[in-house]
């Protein structure tokens, strides 16, 4: 039988720091396990993850399927849903507490520029975010975990520094965090950045399933458009953490007087 891993290490400070830890690779995900193992003695650490990988489900909710919760043999819970999922679970029901924190990941590949928005591991720290709780999302670069260790360290550090400069537990924020797969000595300290832009994605795949349908598969990411210096793209092609601070209000507040008179001409028309 394979020992279930604590919520809370005994060697933690008094009252230490509670952390919920999500991710939309899966439970089981190398990413979420390192993260976990980084995090575990410097606060009180409880996972929820989905069941499996659910990239690219952004803040997606289950509203037309019921959802269960299981503990797998890791002592991780996990969810039949997606990222969102679980954190809404976890924080309108699931724990008897609330977390002072918000962490999810580490993602296996970027979340930039364009990407944050179709993202799953921001959508987890995002939902965090909407229950007034500091949150982070932390990504590789890269995939295939290469150099997951030295990312893991960095995510530690960058907990610690936050919590160190008094930003866990009062007002919520929402910082995306990519980190290059690079070894530990190698990785330049953390740069705040806008987020850059991709061009459009490549052209949907078109094939013919075994029973003659038409089937479609979503083409990959476009190429980076804007990598300008301050943006994320270009922090990580030098070697820099990406730190970018992102917001939920998706109002377009530069232009709503010009809107004032669009409105204003069409109720004349």
Not at 81 to 86: K, L, Q, S
């Amino acid at each position: 039988m394979i020992e279930a891993r604590p919520t809370y290490n005994r060697r933690n400070p008094q009252n230490p720091m509670k952390i919920l830890i999500s991710n939309d690779d899966g439970y089981q995900a190398p990413g979420i396990v390192a993260l976990y193992d980084a995090l575990k003695d410097v606060a009180e650490v409880e996972v929820i993850a989905p069941e499996h990988n659910n990239s690219a489900k952004s803040n997606a909710l289950t509203l037309n399927a019921p959802l269960y919760v299981h503990r797998g043999a890791s002592g991780f819970r996990y969810v039949n849903g997606t990222p969102a999922d679980c954190v809404h679970i976890a924080l309108s029901g699931l724990l008897d507490y609330r977390p002072d924190l918000v962490v999810s990941g580490i993602n296996n590949g970027a979340n930039m520029g364009d990407d944050t928005i179709y993202s799953g591991t921001v959508g987890a720290a995002m939902e965090g975010y909407l229950y007034g709780i500091p949150a982070i999302a932390f990504s590789q670069v890269s995939k295939d975990w290469v150099e997951l260790a030295p990312a893991a360290r960095k995510a530690r550090e960058f907990v610690l520094a936050v919590q160190q400069a008094h930003l866990v537990g009062g007002a919520a924020w929402l910082l995306n965090v990519n980190i290059p797969n690079l070894p530990y000595a190698d990785i330049r300290p953390a740069q705040l950045c806008r987020l850059g832009k991709r061009h459009a994605a490549e052209p949907v795949i078109k094939q013919t399933s075994p029973r003659g349908e038409t089937m479609y598969w979503i083409g990959a990411a476009g190429a980076v458009k804007d990598e300008a210096k301050g943006t994320d793209f270009y922090a990580t092609s030098q070697g820099h953490i990406a730190v970018t601070p992102l917001s939920v209000d998706l109002t377009d507040h530069d232009n709503l007087g010009a809107w004032g008179q669009h409105m204003a001409r069409m109720a004349q028309a």
